[in-house]
């Protein structure tokens, strides 16, 4: 029976450093060369060991919550993305939720209102984790509608634990689950002749990890970003508030390659807040999440 040793032990012929000392973290390459051709799409049903992988412009990879390890090169002109769920006028964005190794709740968006009062507040995490200024990553309140204020966005958790400390090893301990974005809260609304309808609160962003020996993001987008909230509308006197943005998710990248080199887009941003109608207050954004990077050399 085979036996596995990792990270990789590297021979005593050469090499050495970072970079082969850890090289076992790049995964076995098991599942050999593929490529995600234009307009197709790839969706993890396990963690995935590539021994490169391809992502064509207009390709799409969604990671669904398990880990993705490339033993050579990873090329991504295309999207890699766990995004918020946008919120729709007074729909709010639903929340991600990663089953698997990664295991992680983002908070919802709240539904926007349509008659007269303040906003509902968008759902929190479970999860504790700060991001990279130390900070949460809360959705972003809703808009106020003149004295009906706007919900409040949904608090991520709060431990002493970090992302970026965790990144060698993501899997949730005890129980708990990373901390994911919060949801956005819903704008208040104020009825008065006609119509008003306020904004709901986009979802927090999910959750990536991402080990390539060599990575290539050239022309290539990986997001977690939180969802956009929604806009208000109204008819005749109405006023109503904007919702709220969801707070950004977590990108975690091991790699060789410097970060400088990486090329493309790469960004766990909070959620826009909706427009207001009517003289009612646009949502606020929410707080960004963690882009983390170990760079072996």
Request: proline share 2%.
């Amino acid at each position: 029976m085979a036996t596995q040793v990792f990270p990789t032990v590297p021979s005593a012929g050469g090499g050495g450093g970072a970079a082969a000392t850890f090289s076992g973290l790049f995964g076995d390459a098991a599942d050999g060369d593929f490529t995600v051709v234009a307009a197709g799409s790839l969706t993890l049903n396990r963690e995935r060991h590539y021994n490169n992988l391809t992502v064509q412009a207009t390709g799409t990879v969604i990671p669904a919550g398990y880990k993705l390890c490339v033993a050579g090169t990873f090329t991504n002109a295309g999207t890699m993305a766990e995004d918020g769920q946008a919120a729709s006028g007074q729909t709010q964005g639903n929340g991600f939720t990663a089953t698997q190794y990664l295991r992680g709740t983002s908070g919802g968006g709240a539904t926007g209102r349509v008659t007269t009062g303040p906003g509902s507040g968008g759902t929190g995490t479970s999860g504790a984790s700060y991001n990279n200024t130390g900070g949460q990553p809360n959705g972003g309140a809703g808009g106020a509608a003149g004295a009906n204020g706007g919900g409040t966005g949904g608090v991520a958790g709060v431990a002493s634990t970090r992302w970026a400390s965790n990144l060698f090893q993501p899997r949730a301990i005890n129980g708990a689950v990373w901390n994911l974005g919060g949801g956005g809260g819903a704008g208040g609304a104020t009825v008065n002749t006609g119509t008003a309808t306020s904004g709901g609160g986009g979802a927090g962003g999910g959750v990536i990890w991402v080990a390539a020996k060599v990575f290539n993001n050239t022309g290539g987008t990986i997001s977690c970003r939180g969802g956009a909230g929604g806009n208000a509308a109204v008819t005749g006197n109405g006023v109503a508030g904007g919702g709220g943005g969801g707070g950004g998710g977590l990108i975690g990248i091991i790699t060789t390659t410097p970060v400088a080199s990486i090329g493309g887009t790469i960004t766990a941003a909070g959620g826009a807040g909706g427009a207001g109608a009517g003289g009612g207050v646009a949502g606020t954004a929410g707080n960004d999440g963690s882009v983390n990077y170990y760079v072996l050399a």
